[in-house]
């Protein structure tokens, strides 16, 4: 059995191997009995091989809404290399183009009227619509739109549909001049995200974008990005598992990694931060024995502090108290929060509450009743508004109008704008009341609930730091210094190319990518109760428990007898078994019912997952798995890991845990 403690990692080695789902729930062996064997499968088709030695390369990949931001670290070195990028059409119209700091992460399919959910469009062009207009609609699809985290896709063959189908229009609202289809398979979603980042493997030259690396060599660079250690992505906070399992299925899809533990996840505010603390700390040790004048300034101060990271799509937040002796803390000291809410969620706003009055009646082609509420997540309408904005002429002119006004009031009390033959003005009041205060007061409410988890007053923050977009800073400043007048507001501006051995100005790779590539530097940040995934734990606690009603204890005594350090995920055991659903994003509940077609939510699998819980209880204190939902919920299992190149029947391992000792045990 292994030890409890917070360090403690259990390795392959360590664990008593994985046994498939019973094909009954008969009463489990013990785990010391032998257990039929899983059968072999092929090893998937990766081309190209991992040599099992440490190269010392990390990968750390920002999708956001600019595109894709790539880091690379040479660990042994702690020397980063951002990417960048040429597209096709820069290299053919220019000798001398010039790069581009983020990968465009839109993929435009073509459609035809035989394109059907069983069958995947063509992908035909990557960040722009093609150049030669295809026969059928384009369909354009962003790889980290919203639903990565609402279901794992997975083929019926029973019925020869992709599920989950996403309802991406209304489909009570009016279909506007330029029709689109109403639903999308979320596999496209996916396979969009896929091939994006088949443009970092050099054995699958995708699009014909060229990238580079300053101060890095182009064979060294395909060697690094052909050997990879591991490769951090952010986790927004409060998503779903279904998230993290998609892109893993993207990543390994792509061919950049072999296994799915060399993906490893990092809550956003962690990541944008880490820049800045790796910066600090290089400071302090160079100020060590150095006074006076020659010391180099310190900006980051020990003590309680906010943590903020703007995006297009998301605000993320952390509490955390920044040790004096280190000013490194651990992931367990961060108390972390987010609203699905920035730029983009703002200029929706700035249309449907400033824009769409100023237009002559029936020229918007989309219901009022359908907009976003402002200042809220709404990410049903928001979702929805989107698709209309990017896939509409008038919805692009609107989307350009608005981020132009966004910026224009940061700096001028009046913007002005021509629509047809009128002329009108709109005020920085009109911009903070309508759109900006509703936005701050549930930011408000979201930074009082983390301070309340914490045990803080507001008089207790002695330093806020902001990171992402700078368009928002200036409004949040504003706000932040009248419910925080005692704390010093730092804006950093660290960012990737300024940490490189070249450093550039101008350039919109900001600091996410970097701190995701700088983690494994700092492995006490990473948290170490993320190698149990919900939908591992809930594997094995079906594995090991068969059709027994069992006690909470000796549920946790069962998994740890299998190598499981219960320690660390004993909160999510016991989620897992007085839930009443199975975990959000293996089957669709009802808080995200909106985002699916009918056809989809009442799908006969999800339905029948959703009609019982799946844990029952026979008496007050044993939980048992429902014997009516275990043949649907077998087969279910069975298809997605059929189709998928996880197996999740192993713990997800920090990378840097191949490569160095354990810790020993107490």
């Known amino acids: 059995m ?16 994985a046994t498939p789902l019973p094909d009954s729930l008969a009463p489990a062996p013990e785990p010391s009995e032998p257990t039929a064997p899983k059968p072999e499968t092929p090893e998937p088709a990766y081309d190209r091989p991992h040599s099992g ?26 020397t980063p290399y951002p990417l960048r990028w040429i597209s096709p059409i820069d290299a053919a119209q220019s000798l001398e183009p010039q790069p581009r700091d983020r990968l465009p992460i839109t993929i435009y399919f073509g459609l035809t009227d035989q394109t059907h959910h069983p069958t995947l469009p063509p992908h035909i062009s990557l960040g722009a619509p093609p150049t030669v207009t295809p026969s059928g609609p384009v369909l354009q699809v962003d790889a980290v739109q919203q639903g990565l985290d609402l279901g794992i896709p997975y083929y019926e063959v029973s019925s020869q549909t992709w599920e989950p189908v996403l309802q991406i229009l209304d489909p009570s609202a009016p279909p506007h001049a330029h029709p689109t289809p109403t639903s999308l398979p979320l596999i496209w979603v996916r396979k969009a995200l896929d091939a994006v980042l088949q443009c970092l493997n050099p054995q699958r030259e995708s699009w014909d974008w060229q990238r580079d690396a300053a101060a890095l060599d182009a064979t060294v660079l395909n060697q690094a990005l052909s050997n990879l250690d591991g490769i951090g992505i952010t986790l927004p906070h409060a998503v779903s598992e279904a998230y993290a399992f998609n892109v893993r299925e993207a990543i390994l899809g792509a061919g950049l990694v072999k296994q799915a533990d060399q993906v490893y996840f990092l809550e956003t505010a962690i990541a944008a931060l880490l820049p800045t603390l790796h910066d600090q700390v290089r400071r302090r040790t160079q100020n060590q024995g150095v006074t006076g004048d020659s010391a180099t300034e310190t900006v980051l101060k020990a003590g309680p502090s906010l943590v903020f990271n703007l995006e297009r799509n998301q605000t993320a937040l952390a509490l ?20 699905p809410h920035g730029e983009h969620a703002i200029d929706q706003d700035i249309i449907s509450q400033l824009l769409s009055p100023l237009l002559p009646p029936g020229q918007l082609d989309y219901s009022p009743q359908h907009f976003p509420v402002p200042g809220e997540a709404d990410l049903i309408h928001r979702c929805r508004f989107h698709h209309y904005l990017t896939h509409s002429p008038l919805g692009n002119l609107l989307a350009e109008a608005a981020t132009q006004l966004r910026f224009v009031l940061q700096h001028q009390d009046q913007f002005t704008l021509r629509i047809g033959a009128s002329t009108h003005s709109l005020t920085r009041t009109e911009l903070v009341a309508k759109v900006l205060q509703p936005y701050f007061y549930c930011l408000n409410s979201l930074v009082n609930q983390l301070l309340s988890q914490c045990g803080w007053s507001r008089e207790t923050i002695g330093q806020i730091l902001i990171m992402g977009s700078p368009s928002l800073v200036p409004h949040l400043q504003t706000w932040l210094h009248q419910k925080f007048p005692q704390a010093q507001i730092i804006h950093s501006i660290t960012t990737a190319h300024a940490a490189a051995p070249q450093p550039q100005t101008n350039t919109s790779l900001g600091s996410v990518a970097l701190g995701l590539a700088l983690l494994p530097l700092y492995p006490q940040l990473f948290n170490t109760a993320s190698q149990y995934s919900t939908l591992f734990l809930l594997l094995e606690i079906v594995r090991s428990q068969g059709n027994e009603a069992l006690t909470l204890s000796q549920i946790c005594q069962r998994l740890e007898a299998r190598g499981i350090n219960t320690y660390l995920c004993q909160g999510q055991i016991k989620a897992l078994v007085t839930s009443q659903t199975l975990p959000p994003g293996l089957v669709p509940d009802g808080a995200v019912a909106g985002y699916f077609t ?17 844990f029952i209880q026979p008496t007050p204190d044993t939980y048992q798995v429902n ?11 069975q298809t997605l890991i059929a189709q998928s190149w996880q197996t999740l029947e192993e713990p997800y391992l920090w990378p840097l845990s191949y490569f160095e000792p354990r810790p020993a045990s107490p």
Do not use: C, K, M
């Not at 292994?2 to 360590?14: E, F």
């Not at 990968?59 to 790539?70: I, R, T």
């Not at 009918?598 to 799946?614: D, G, K, M, V």
């Open 627 to 637: 014997p009516v939902l275990f043949p649907t919920f077998q087969h279910y299992w």
């Open 598 to 614: 009918p056809e989809s939510w009442h799908h006969n699998t999800y339905a029948t997952l959703r009609s019982q819980p799946f």
């Open 2 to 17: 292994i030890v409890a403690d917070s360090d403690a990692r259990s390795t392959p080695g360590d664990r008593t191997p």
């Open 53 to 78: 030695i440490p190269s010392g390369w990390f990968l750390g990949l920002d999708l956001s809404a600019q595109g894709l931001g790539a880091v690379l670290l040479h660990r042994p070195t702690q």
């Open 320 to 339: 955390v108290d920044f040790p004096a002796a280190s000013l490194v803390p651990r992931a367990d000291d961060f108390f972390h929060g987010s609203l």
